[in-house]
């Protein structure tokens, strides 16, 4: 990531890096996408592991850090300080409960979240309750990347990370759920970032992706030919093109 100045790479080393313990994970990587504010050599003078992003966009980060992994597990963990440190012993227990996926979300019953507005916290519930109406989920965050995820679940959704960006992690949920992987969510916080530039999620990328996972669900929920029905995809497709990118005041949705 790119901060804006060196004052931020000493709070994220004095803040977020010490309170990782080696000993919760047999392994912690380090992607570097191209950070020139200092971060990757405090780093590395921390012995952390540090590798260079090979695959562009958000999705390439993921790829690139779990290329370079050994396990059988993996946890996906952002260092921009809104996710807490104490996620990653918890994520470790409830994943070795034999889920393919463990989502910590930032809008659950005893979730505290300081990082998001009105309108990115309404975004996150609107898609979350897209995801469970039409995939089958029973979620309050289908967002987060902070999770994880077992390699073996990882390789069967493979394919659309690589072709993504920042939807990313939406995709690794909805192509989870679709592939019948056992995936549970606990409640976590989401803390103010520190420095650098806070990347937003596209609200016409998350549609494209909502709508691209969603064509192919359609006729199994109609069973258009017992029912006697023809649905109208194309009409579907631009009142949510319409309902995502109307710029009005999310009261007006409320």
């Known amino acids: ?37 200092g971060t990757v050599e405090k780093a590395k003078e921390m012995g952390f592991k540090v590798i260079k992003q090979k695959i562009p966009g958000h999705g390439g980060a993921l790829l690139t850090g779990i290329e370079e992994s050994t396990g059988d597990k993996i946890i996906i963990f952002g260092s921009d300080g809104s996710n807490e440190t104490s996620e990653i012993p918890q994520l470790v227990e409830k994943g070795l409960e034999g889920f393919d996926q463990v989502i910590i979300s930032r809008f659950g019953k005893t979730s505290i979240n300081e990082d998001a507005g009105m309108i990115d916290g309404f975004g996150n519930k609107m898609f979350a309750f897209l995801v469970n109406v039409f995939f089958g989920g029973h979620w309050t965050d289908s967002l987060n990347e902070s999770r994880i995820i077992s390699r073996k679940a990882l390789m069967e959704i493979k394919e659309d ?11 690794m949920s909805i ?16 803390r103010p970032r520190i420095g650098g530039e806070r990347k937003k999620v596209s609200i016409q990328e998350l549609n494209q992706v909502f709508l691209k996972e969603s064509k192919k669900f359609f006729p199994k929920i109609l069973k258009e030919e017992q029912l006697n029905i023809k649905f109208d995809y194309a009409k579907f497709e631009q009142f949510f093109h319409d309902y995502t990118s109307k710029e009005v005041s999310v009261l007006e949705y409320l």
């Open 1 to 37: 990531e790119r901060s804006r100045g060196l004052g931020d790479v000493y709070k994220r080393q004095k803040k977020i890096l010490p309170q990782i313990k080696k000993e919760w994970v047999d392994e912690i990587i380090i992607v570097d996408g191209g950070s020139t504010d």
């Open 175 to 190: 192509r989870g759920l679709k592939r019948k992987q056992k995936i549970c969510e606990i409640s976590g916080n989401e």
């Open 161 to 171: 990370i690589e072709k993504s960006k920042m939807s990313s992690t939406q995709q």
